[in-house]
């Protein structure tokens, strides 16, 4: 990979173990693919990662020899299941410095984890008993940005009109960074959850919380972080961020589909009502009532996703074994590389942060006139895979002013080389369209 110079006042990482990109590539067998008849350039990991062959073997391991159900059997497989199902928690509170494995709650993804804190906020909030922290009413307000995934905007949305709550945000600065002026104002004594993105998945900021945070403890409420596109990139540590609750997703860290995660403080989630009812979840039921199972069981209703959960683990072993400081290195150094060839292109407009500190390897353009859709369609064909569209933030869209981006993100197996071909690419497109 080409050496590529970081700017004054970022990080240098000069402690970190570099890692072979080539051999990391060795390990996804979809990286050796072609499309439309060229090498595969895969510019699309905020969407979603791709799978190493550990993760995959380990997928396939499981349904091959240790298929059963988990939690409901005292059989050999039932065994089995469950000491995988469970080694995975405790794989991924070890991965995000959990105090506690039984913090950790499985999800679908990172959208199902946050409706799970709105709801459990719905349901306590119907519950003249339920704790106060988690009741909400008319005059209560709740708090998110103008740069969120509409997984961290509507869910919101709905928790206030079933509550009588009023939702506000932080604005949007020009350059792509939260507008934290009105901070005192904003959460204020009426606040009682703010709930923002820790990476945004258009910008590619990485929000610096601390403040937001001091100010959420000084009135008393809660703190969620998104860290859909955190987790996968750096090191994330509970404790340090000082949030009540995180989410974040496997399928964007080299696992597969339909397994997320809910971290949360021990005693909010065992303060919060359930949200599914059904098998797993319970204590006790009669027909006149039941009681309900300490968490994480209490919000894992009906039986999970367990192979996922599984393969989850075997991603956090195979991130681990790179070193996340070492990934988050290798992605500064992409970026870094990347928002310099990008500003070369002519009538090239990037949204967000325009330097490599604070942002990660998330980067969203216009070119000129075209549309993203078209930019999109003639990349493609020469094998480079990028997003295009609105990216479920549509806000930020409207924000600046435009009804979609260009979006190329990049993760522990880009190349450099990968970003030239973006940049040929769009001068491909810009011949078609001059």
């Known amino acids: 990979m080409t050496t590529i110079a970081i700017p004054p006042g970022m990080p240098q990482y000069d402690d970190v173990p570099r890692y072979d990109v080539a051999a990391v590539r060795a390990d996804f067998p979809i990286l050796d693919r072609e499309v439309n ?86 349901n306590a909030s119907l519950r003249a008993d339920a704790d106060p922290r988690l009741r909400l009413g008319p005059g209560d307000e709740i708090v998110i940005s ?63 919380t601390s403040r937001i945070t ?17 987790v996968p990139h750096m090191p994330i540590d509970v404790v340090d961020l000082d949030a009540d609750f995180i989410v974040f997703t496997g399928h964007k860290m080299c696992a597969p589909t339909g ?26 039921v009669t027909m006149g009532g039941s009681t309900y199972a300490a968490p994480p069981a209490r919000f894992e209703a009906g039986t999970p996703p367990i192979a996922e959960a599984v393969a989850l683990g075997a991603a956090v072993d195979y991130l681990t074994g790179i070193g996340m400081r070492s990934i988050q290195w290798h992605e500064k150094q992409l970026t870094a590389y990347a928002l310099d060839a990008l500003g070369g292109v002519p009538g090239l407009r990037i949204f967000g942060p325009e330097v490599p500190v604070g942002r990660g390897g998330t980067i ?20 480079v895979q990028v997003r295009v569209g609105h990216h479920c933030a549509r806000p930020v869209c409207t924000r600046f002013g435009v009804p979609a981006t260009t979006r190329a993100s990049f993760y522990l197996y880009t190349t450099t080389e990968e970003i030239d071909a973006l940049v040929a690419g769009l001068e491909q497109v810009r011949k078609v369209f001059a």
């Open 37 to 122: 008849g060229h090498p595969l350039v895969y510019l699309d990991s905020a969407n979603t990662s791709h799978k190493p062959r550990q993760v995959l073997d380990v997928l396939a391991e499981h349904y091959a020899r240790h298929n059963a159900n988990v939690s409901r059997s005292v059989h050999t497989l039932g065994t089995e299941a469950t000491e995988a199902y469970e080694g995975a928690r405790a794989k991924v509170a070890a991965f995000v410095n959990a105090p506690s494995v039984d913090e950790v709650v499985f999800t679908k993804n990172s959208t199902e984890a946050i409706n799970i804190v709105a709801y459990a906020f719905s």
């Open 146 to 208: 103008e740069m969120e995934h509409h997984s961290n905007i509507v869910p919101w949305q709905l928790l206030a009109e079933r509550t009588g709550a009023t939702l506000r945000w932080f604005p949007v600065t020009d350059n792509g960074r939260l507008d934290e002026s009105g901070l005192t104002d904003l959460v204020n004594e009426r606040t009682k959850i703010v709930s923002l993105v820790h990476m945004s998945n258009i910008l590619g900021t990485v929000n610096a």
């Open 214 to 230: 001091a100010r959420v403890r000084e009135v008393e409420a809660l703190l969620l972080l998104d860290c859909s596109q955190s």
């Open 259 to 284: 397994i997320g995660v809910l971290w949360g403080r021990t005693e909010l989630l065992a303060a919060m009502p359930p949200v599914f009812g059904g098998g797993s979840m319970i204590e006790t």
């Open 364 to 383: 969203s353009f216009a070119l000129g006139d075209v549309h993203p859709h078209d930019v999109g369609q003639v990349l493609d064909s020469l094998g």
